[in-house]
């Protein structure tokens, strides 16, 4: 079944959906789709030797030490400095860094890769939040951006990783060829920037600079580890691990998400002339609480999620909803992508862009349970940042709708790459025009 399999993988997500559709949502690849008791599937070794990359981070990690990390991660992105911290600097991205940068593209009248803007915007502000750091990767002259290549070309590896046997990619890596060659040099430029930022903060604690913003990087070297039943570690490697996975999913999961709701709402006119007239007629800079942006936000989540699978390792034996058996330790793919378009879950317009399935009769938001949309995943691996992403998403959407128009370059092919980030393979093209 493999050669079938590796010829779709220019278009996997897709094909996975027509699959999975096509065999009443649970498919056996010699291992299966789908999960329902949360408590038997931890990510698993398999997982952990796949994003090796990501350490002893939150994203990564199972058992007693992901406990831990929940309980100080969710300490963390409550915190009120924290929150606080989070708007300033939003606010002030917005004001200094894409606004300008948009003014200028008008007036100039000249193409930029809106996918990358958005990127950049989320890395400047998730820095902000996680290292105290602004890189100021957001600006007219647009400067390289290490993290970003190397983050992008680390995701593109662990794809692929999940197509080969582990002693085949660990051969790759050793030997320093291929995509596991660009993986070392990814690792590489992400180690020496944690290294210096980390050294730079222990210097500022010897000199008695204690008056930075809470952040999460500030948090990890600070805690208080007796609160938790396994005790976090606090030495560079640990910080670098957790700090770094906050990092990559601050950055990647919002712009992901913003790139293709544009692109859905250069599809569908109607829909942005909607949120045009909400946001002229009730929006409020001090409440974001946008029922049809929500809602179109939320589609768009569903029809292209920014984790389009995920994977989990049963740790006893088990049976799936559909009847399939498991055994302990098989890997359990959930097509999250695929999720979002299947006709038995959402109806017979699953696969079109509306909005108002997220709207009740009275004007209402829609709720909908975490097991069928599942973009910020579901049960105790919830995302801890799903409200701050929703917030820094609204306000960028906002920004960028009441001031600009934009059309995307004639001719631009839209395509996924195959990556375990939905991002579009040759960015978003696009020309923005001032409307006020």
Same mark, same amino acid.
């Given at each position: 079944?493999?050669?079938?399999?590796?010829?779709?993988?220019?278009?996997?997500?897709?094909?996975?959906?027509?699959?999975?559709?096509?065999?009443?949502?649970?498919?056996?690849?010699?291992?299966?789709?789908?999960?329902?008791?949360?408590?038997?599937?931890?990510? !698993?070794?398999?997982?952990?030797?796949?994003?090796?990359?990501? *350490?002893?981070?939150?994203?990564?990690?199972?058992?007693?030490?992901?406990?831990?990390?929940?309980?100080?991660?969710?300490?963390?992105?409550?915190?009120?400095?924290?929150?606080?911290?989070?708007?300033?600097?939003?606010?002030?991205? @917005?004001?200094?860094?894409?606004?300008?940068?948009?003014?200028?593209?008008?007036?100039?009248?000249?193409?930029?890769?809106?996918?990358?803007?958005?990127?950049?915007?989320?890395?400047?502000?998730?820095?902000?939040? +996680?290292?105290?750091?602004?890189?100021?990767?957001?600006?007219?002259?647009?400067?390289?951006?290490?993290? *970003?290549?190397?983050?992008?070309?680390?995701?593109?590896?662990?794809?692929?990783?999940?197509?080969?046997?582990?002693?085949?990619?660990?051969?790759? $890596?050793?030997?320093?060829?291929?995509?596991?060659?660009?993986?070392?040099?990814?690792?590489?430029?992400?180690?020496?920037?944690?290294?210096? %930022?980390?050294?730079?903060?222990?210097?500022?604690?010897?000199?008695?600079?204690?008056?930075?913003?809470?952040?999460?990087?500030?948090?990890?070297? $600070?805690?208080?580890?007796?609160?938790?039943?396994?005790?976090?570690?606090?030495?560079?490697?640990?910080?670098?691990?957790? =700090?770094?996975?906050?990092?990559?999913?601050?950055?990647?999961?919002?712009?992901?998400?913003?790139?293709?709701?544009?692109?859905?709402?250069?599809?569908?006119?109607?829909?942005?002339?909607?949120?045009?007239?909400?946001?002229?007629?009730?929006?409020?800079?001090?409440?974001?609480?946008?029922?049809?942006?929500?809602?179109?936000?939320?589609?768009?989540?569903?029809?292209?999620?920014?984790?389009?699978?995920?994977?989990?390792?049963?740790?006893?034996?088990?049976?799936?909803?559909? !009847?399939?058996?498991?055994?302990?330790?098989?890997?359990?793919?959930?097509?999250?992508?695929? @999720?979002?378009? +299947?006709?038995?879950?959402?109806?017979?317009?699953?696969?079109?862009?509306?909005?108002?399935?997220?709207?009740?009769?009275?004007?209402?938001?829609?709720?909908?349970?975490?097991?069928?949309?599942?973009?910020?995943?579901?049960?105790?691996?919830?995302?801890? !940042?799903?409200?701050?992403?929703?917030?820094?998403?609204? +306000?960028?959407?906002?920004?960028? %709708?009441?001031?600009?128009?934009?059309?995307?370059?004639?001719?631009?092919?839209?395509?996924? =790459?195959?990556?375990?980030?939905?991002?579009?393979?040759? !960015?978003?093209?696009?020309?923005?025009?001032?409307?006020?």
């Amino acid at each position: 079944m493999l050669p079938g399999m590796l010829s779709h993988i220019p278009r996997i997500f897709d094909w996975t959906f027509e699959v999975l559709e096509a065999t009443n949502l649970t498919f056996f690849f010699q291992r299966t789709m789908a999960y329902l008791n949360f408590g038997n599937y931890p990510k !698993g070794p398999e997982f952990k030797k796949i994003f090796d990359v990501l *350490g002893d981070g939150i994203l990564s990690v199972d058992l007693q030490l992901w406990e831990d990390l929940r309980k100080s991660n969710h300490a963390i992105f409550h915190h009120p400095e924290l929150l606080e911290l989070s708007v300033r600097s939003n606010t002030r991205k @917005l004001k200094e860094g894409l606004v300008p940068f948009l003014d200028n593209a008008a007036h100039e009248n000249i193409i930029i890769d809106l996918q990358d803007v958005f990127k950049r915007f989320m890395f400047d502000t998730s820095s902000i939040l +996680m290292t105290g750091y602004d890189p100021m990767s957001l600006s007219i002259n647009m400067p390289e951006v290490e993290f *970003g290549e190397a983050a992008e070309t680390g995701e593109e590896a662990i794809y692929y990783r999940h197509f080969k046997p582990v002693i085949l990619w660990r051969l790759q $890596n050793w030997l320093g060829i291929g995509l596991e060659r660009k993986m070392r040099s990814s690792l590489a430029t992400v180690n020496r920037m944690f290294a210096k %930022i980390i050294s730079s903060r222990r210097e500022e604690i010897c000199r008695g600079e204690c008056g930075r913003s809470m952040d999460a990087l500030t948090y990890y070297m $600070n805690v208080d580890t007796s609160k938790y039943k396994l005790l976090i570690p606090t030495n560079d490697t640990f910080i670098r691990d957790v =700090v770094f996975s906050l990092l990559l999913a601050g950055r990647d999961t919002p712009s992901s998400a913003l790139t293709w709701f544009f692109w859905l709402l250069s599809k569908h006119p109607q829909v942005l002339t909607k949120i045009q007239h909400e946001i002229n007629t009730k929006y409020d800079p001090t409440d974001l609480e946008l029922v049809y942006l929500h809602a179109a936000l939320s589609e768009s989540m569903r029809l292209y999620p920014p984790l389009p699978f995920n994977h989990k390792s049963p740790a006893k034996p088990d049976v799936l909803p559909s !009847g399939h058996k498991v055994e302990a330790n098989s890997k359990i793919v959930i097509c999250i992508y695929a @999720l979002g378009r +299947m006709r038995s879950i959402w109806g017979e317009d699953a696969l079109d862009f509306k909005p108002e399935r997220w709207i009740t009769d009275s004007g209402d938001l829609r709720h909908e349970p975490s097991y069928k949309f599942m973009a910020f995943n579901a049960g105790p691996r919830a995302c801890l !940042g799903k409200h701050l992403a929703l917030s820094q998403m609204k +306000m960028v959407a906002v920004e960028i %709708i009441q001031k600009y128009d934009f059309e995307v370059t004639k001719g631009h092919k839209v395509e996924p =790459v195959p990556s375990i980030i939905l991002r579009m393979k040759h !960015g978003f093209n696009v020309t923005v025009t001032k409307n006020i």
